[in-house]
């Protein structure tokens, strides 16, 4: 089997695309001033209520929708807990990340009797061929015939990086996750702003679960996400909170998934090594050895009013 | 007194009863009765000594877990690496008493718990060592350890050291001489089954509250500890060595942490299975923040989770709508209450308010 082909190419963009929208969603949190670890759950969340309506309606785009709706409402609990209620954002993470190893089990539980998984879904999203690219021989293979939301994932990223540093919605985000007390005197709403950012990573991280379920996968399986929440959570580290820079490192850590996956069995190297990939090169980046990475300033720290 | 007590948890009762509350209205959503429910988790919990010794049984992890969250909380520092530093020791621990297999048991039980110990400890001082020097903040340098350490200890035995001819990815077993009693076995008076898995290893884990208790009352390491905790720079000026206290308090929560496998391979299993945990380190951070890091709270906390992990298995026998995996909800619903802080001040000023009128 040959190692390199466009096979693992085509493969690394499908398994960097949750990652992506993962990642993108939780840059606007912590632009916002809060640490999302709760992208994992997220995305289990996102999955689930996914393959579920899909299952239902037999519409895989319903199915899109509702995990993007439940991320919402999912990361609204987040911002409940962590904003309005200023309690610990990390904590606030972790007992959404539990909660999601819980509630789609049971609930599948319940609705279909089968607490591991849902039933496969008959129809899930079609991928869709980009005119003109997809005739290009090779680049076509490349870049053409994913799923909707792997596109999304590339427009989530440009869409960012000018909302970001272009607009008075991405100063304004900026500026409350760098210095509330000062973008307060200004006239922002600061708590406003941190919904905002928090709303939008659970809109992404729900789109990436969808992806999981009724995308790239026919159904939801128990623990799905495989700490891919974690991984994103990393590449936002690694790529520094920037658009493009979080792109780069989600693509990495996503061909590193399917290098694994290919690895998987034929040499020597064992995949739990090539799976460390990104958490080694995390932490390496956050010591200040590739380059320091450096959060904005007032991530973590509950905004008090006033 | 009572009314003391009330008051000054008032946050943790009004989270636990909110936290039943609406932990019953799922239930009722998913067609059960909740006081049925609730009465299967209590009696499966306490009913009996053996469901006691289950419920502790239970509760001996999460109480190292929870210790060593704790004692990093103190210092201002949050630990989410237990998960990691766990996976270690247990492995640690296993290797020791699979390879040293013909040391008499008064060597090799001291030997492998001292592993379990130093494997948590080592892993432990790792982001102590780089938040010290770099500044790099622990809780990312923990997450990724976490998957780090799971990691090492997923290849080491699904490669080097899996059994040979299992198929699931598991060490040989240990040698008998580094078993540690059951409690069944060392108090028959109780009644409590010698198959019931509670170990001695729970009284490591009473000792362990001892102690932590003892370091922060009486030593000068413990209020180093609670100083830097509460004021680095402050701590800094009256000449304690805050990077030295940061590194060790790492270490200690990590060596707390590594004691998990005293429990798993020395007193349960009797070799390392992967995947073994059920996510132990990351509920600890929840039974530390029930428990208000102190190591009575810890204790108390722990065994709560006990009872809930414990009550959801035979929940799960006793009812074909609820299955096991409902524990999680509860653990969930519970760590957003508590963390909520300031839900529970608006509650309060307004009693107070209302009290002024």
Sequence with gaps: MELFDIGILTSTIRLSTPLILCAIGGLYSERGGVVNIALEGLLLFGAFSAAVVAYYTGNPWLGLLAGAVTGVFIAFLHGLVSITFLGDQIVSGMGINILALGVPAVFSGAFFNTPSSTPSIEKILPSLNIPVIEDIPLLGEILSGYTVPVYLSYAAVIITYFVLFYTIFGLRLRAVGENPKAAESLGVNVIRYKYYGVLLSGLLAGIGGAFLSVGHGTQFIKNMSAGRGYIALAALIFGKWHPFKTLLACLIFGFADALQMRLQGVIGIPVQFIQMIPYILTILVIVGFIGKAVPPAASGVPYRKG | ?357
């Design chain 2, 1 to 357: 007194m009572i009314i003391k007590f009330l008051k000054n948890n008032f946050a943790l009762i009004a989270s636990f009863l909110a936290s039943l509350i609406l932990s019953g209205i799922i239930i009722l959503l998913l067609g059960e009765n909740p006081f049925r429910i609730f009465g299967i988790f209590i009696s499966s919990a306490f009913g009996s000594w053996n469901n006691i010794a289950y419920t502790l049984f239970f509760a001996t992890p999460l109480i190292f877990t929870g210790l060593s969250v704790a004692v990093c909380f103190r210092c201002g520092l949050f630990n989410i690496g237990a998960e990691g530093q766990l996976y270690m020791g247990a492995f640690a621990c296993a290797y020791v008493g699979f390879t040293f297999a013909d040391f008499p048991g008064y060597l090799l039980i001291p030997l492998s718990i001292l592993f379990s110990i130093g494997a948590g400890g080592f892993i432990g001082l790792i982001p102590g060592y780089l938040k010290a020097k770099t500044g790099a903040h622990e809780v990312i340098v923990t997450i990724m350890l976490n998957f780090i350490a799971i990691g090492f200890t997923g290849y080491f035995v699904s490669g080097p050291f899996k059994n040979p001819g299992d198929l699931i990815p598991q060490t040989q077993l240990i040698s008998e001489s580094a078993h540690i009693p059951k409690i069944g076995e060392l108090f028959g008076i109780l009644g409590i089954k010698s198959s019931i898995p509670l170990n001695f290893s729970f009284i490591i884990a009473v000792f362990i509250c001892l102690l932590v208790y003892f370091i922060f009352k009486y030593t000068t390491f413990g209020y180093e500890i609670k100083a830097v905790g509460l004021n680095k720079k402050a701590a800094s000026a009256s000449g304690i060595n805050v990077n030295r206290i940061i590194i060790l308090t790492f270490v200690l929560g990590g060596a707390i942490a590594g004691l998990v496998g005293v429990n798993e391979v020395m007193g349960y299993r009797y070799r390392f299975l992967d995947g073994f945990s059920a996510g132990y380190g990351y509920l600890g951070i929840a039974v530390a923040l029930l428990g208000r890091n102190h190591p009575a709270g810890v204790f108390i906390s722990a065994v709560i989770f006990g009872a809930v992990m414990r009550g959801g298995l035979l929940v799960d026998v006793y009812s074909d709508k609820i299955s096991k995996d409902f524990v999680y909800i509860i653990q969930g619903i519970l760590i957003l209450f508590v963390v909520s802080g300031e839900l529970w001040n608006k509650f309060r000023i307004q009693i107070d308010a209302e009290k002024q009128r």
